[in-house]
């Protein structure tokens, strides 16, 4: 069974497993976009909250494929805000904390060209995040792309210092 690589648009061989879980979880993401659609801003965040804590629960628990289930549910009914603040509010204290989750999540199931590829889209949104610098390193790592992980380490360490560290998003 082939499936379209979103970064390429090449096609790319998949299992049967792995292809129906992709279109279950396309078709839930847009029921979750179909259902928030007459929801304040203040009760879509609760929602997502609300799915990040059971992801968070599943998560302490090393049920990591179910963490991932829920941060992936979150991620798909995510919600920028209608005001800026809203919007500032909705990357900061949503988006950043799940993508951050979720490549939590990849790390210890050891797909780490997923936790590389969530890393990279929480320091596009948040480039001083600290969570995200030490992922990133770590799957560069063990992807073998030694002089990249050693580059994003070293960052780590200056983010980490007692002038630089804000702690950053997510968790």
Known sequence: MKRK?????????????EAVKITNFR???????????????SERKEWLIEKKEEGNQYFQMKKY????????????GLTTG?????????????????VNN????????????KVAALSNEVLRLDP??????LRMGHA?????????????????????????YSGGSGG
């Open 65 to 76: 494929e179910k963490a991932c289930e829920m941060y992936m549910q979150a991620i798909s």
């Open 82 to 98: 209608d005001t800026e603040q809203e919007k500032e509010d909705a990357i900061q204290n949503i988006q950043v904390p799940l």
């Open 102 to 113: 979720l490549a939590a999540c990849y790390v210890e199931l050891g797909k780490f060209d």
């Open 140 to 164: 560069l790592l063990e992807l073998r792309e030694h002089q990249k992980s050693k580059i994003k380490l070293l960052e780590a360490i200056e983010l980490s210092t007692p002038s630089n």
């Open 5 to 17: 690589n979103v970064k390429t648009g090449e096609a790319e061989e998949c299992n049967q497993e």
């Open 27 to 41: 078709i839930q993401a847009a029921a979750a976009q179909h259902a928030m659609k007459e929801m304040t801003y």
């Open 128 to 133: 001083k995040n600290l969570k995200a610098t």
